[in-house]
């Protein structure tokens, strides 16, 4: 399993009036969470997209357990539970407020892409090597 934590702080701009994330925002919470797993493992998406690879969202899945309020400090732990062996790969995302409350949990299938072709392919072989240690 490999495991991954960072943090946000809740600016104004992403809450409703009574001073609570707007629900949507939680697919960016979960983005900034994936992009910088990704990054602790040294790579970048960018450095992906360069090597003909994209990875598109296919599916997101999310569950409000408690509200996230503006200039909270949020830390959200991105997840993979398995090693991708195919064309999909799935981010487990959890996010925590200061206190170490669980606010929201949620899921995000991305496929691996072949940016030319739009075909199905598998994940880099060097982000495969590295995420293996994890397994």
Do not use: W
């Not at 490999?2 to 009574?18: F, G, K, L, P, W």
């Not at 200061?98 to 899921?107: A, H, P, S």
Request: proline share 3%; aromatic share 12%; charged share 25%.
């Amino acid at each position: 399993m490999y495991s991954s934590e960072t943090q946000i702080r809740v600016r104004y701009a992403e809450t409703d009036q009574m001073g609570v994330v707007y629900y949507g925002n939680y697919a960016q919470y979960y983005e900034v969470g994936r992009v910088e797993a990704i990054r602790q493992l040294g790579f970048a998406y960018a450095e992906l997209e360069r090597t003909g690879v994209i990875m598109p969202v296919v599916e997101m899945h999310c569950k409000y357990l408690r509200p996230a309020l503006y200039d909270n400090l949020l830390t959200v732990k991105t997840i993979l539970k398995e090693l991708p062996l195919h064309h999909k790969i799935e981010f487990h995302q959890e996010v925590y407020n200061e206190q170490g409350n669980l606010l929201n949990t949620g899921k995000v299938v991305l496929y691996f892409l072949e940016a030319k072709t739009m075909q199905r392919t598998t994940m880099p072989q060097a982000m495969k090597d590295r995420l293996a240690e994890f397994f």
